[in-house]
């Protein structure tokens, strides 16, 4: 099982609906869907700068970003199969289908590690792949990425969460960056798995 982390900024791309193309065209049977806030959770950013309101409420406004763009892929895409919780990913898998997941048990009614702008989607989708013991996690950017790249310096330059390196460096999967263009990476690593293309595909993790 896969988990593919989709960039909110692509909500707003005009090859979104290439990208679901290919999730759902090759990813039946194997890939969890999870998406990014974008726009939406920029606007929670604003509100909060604005009116200075707690991280734990900002935490649950941007998850709801990710629900509301969750809701805009399945509109684009209605063959993805909904899971509101985790362990509804593994069955609808087993089905054949492509999953979405809307990431609502994520709400939180009490403070805790994860509720900061150091955890955004990149760091939750990365937490899902570590408890589905996921075989990878690629994540599209809409920006290209050089393959050269640290993780520390993506994440510095706003690119990846402040916490991802740190889940990076113990997550014990592939991690695969891939830019708002590389369709063919994904092609390439959906049906040949570790045998990356000769493209800028960036590999930010590895097995054990």
Same mark, same amino acid.
């Given at each position: 099982?896969?988990?593919?982390?989709? =960039?909110? !900024?692509?909500?707003?791309?005009?090859?979104?609906?290439?990208?679901?193309?290919?999730?759902? &065209?090759?990813?039946?049977?194997?890939?969890?869907?999870?998406?990014?806030?974008?726009?939406? *959770?920029?606007?929670?950013?604003?509100?909060?700068?604005?009116?200075?309101?707690?991280?734990? *409420?900002?935490?649950?406004?941007?998850?709801?970003?990710?629900?509301?763009?969750?809701?805009?892929?399945?509109?684009?895409?209605?063959?993805?199969?909904?899971?509101?919780?985790? !362990?509804?990913?593994?069955?609808?898998?087993?089905?054949?289908?492509?999953?979405?997941?809307?990431?609502?048990?994520?709400?939180?009614?009490?403070?805790?590690?994860?509720?900061?702008?150091?955890?955004?989607?990149?760091?939750?989708?990365?937490?899902?792949?570590?408890?589905?013991?996921?075989?990878?996690?690629?994540?599209?950017?809409?920006?290209?990425?050089?393959?050269?790249? *640290?993780?520390?310096?993506?994440?510095?330059?706003?690119?990846?969460?402040?916490?991802?390196?740190?889940?990076?460096?113990?997550?014990?999967?592939?991690?695969?960056?891939?830019?708002?263009?590389?369709?063919?990476?994904?092609?390439?690593?959906?049906?040949? =798995?570790?045998?990356?293309? &000769?493209? =800028?595909?960036?590999?930010?993790?590895?097995?054990?």
């Amino acid at each position: 099982m896969w988990v593919v982390k989709l =960039g909110g !900024s692509l909500c707003s791309d005009p090859a979104l609906p290439r990208w679901l193309e290919l999730l759902t &065209q090759l990813g039946g049977g194997r890939v969890a869907v999870v998406c990014g806030g974008g726009t939406l *959770a920029d606007e929670v950013r604003a509100l909060q700068s604005r009116w200075a309101f707690d991280d734990l *409420a900002a935490h649950n406004m941007a998850v709801l970003a990710m629900v509301q763009n969750g809701y805009l892929l399945r509109g684009l895409a209605p063959q993805l199969q909904l899971a509101a919780r985790e !362990s509804e990913i593994a069955p609808l898998l087993r089905r054949g289908g492509t999953v979405l997941w809307m990431p609502l048990a994520l709400l939180r009614e009490q403070p805790d590690a994860t509720t900061c702008w150091d955890v955004t989607s990149d760091s939750i989708a990365l937490g899902l792949a570590r408890r589905l013991h996921a075989e990878r996690l690629v994540v599209v950017k809409r920006c290209r990425v050089a393959s050269w790249r *640290a993780v520390e310096e993506l994440v510095a330059d706003g690119v990846l969460d402040a916490a991802f390196a740190h889940g990076a460096r113990q997550a014990g999967l592939p991690i695969d960056l891939l830019g708002g263009d590389e369709f063919d990476a994904l092609r390439h690593l959906l049906l040949h =798995g570790d045998r990356l293309p &000769q493209t =800028g595909v960036q590999r930010l993790g590895a097995g054990p």
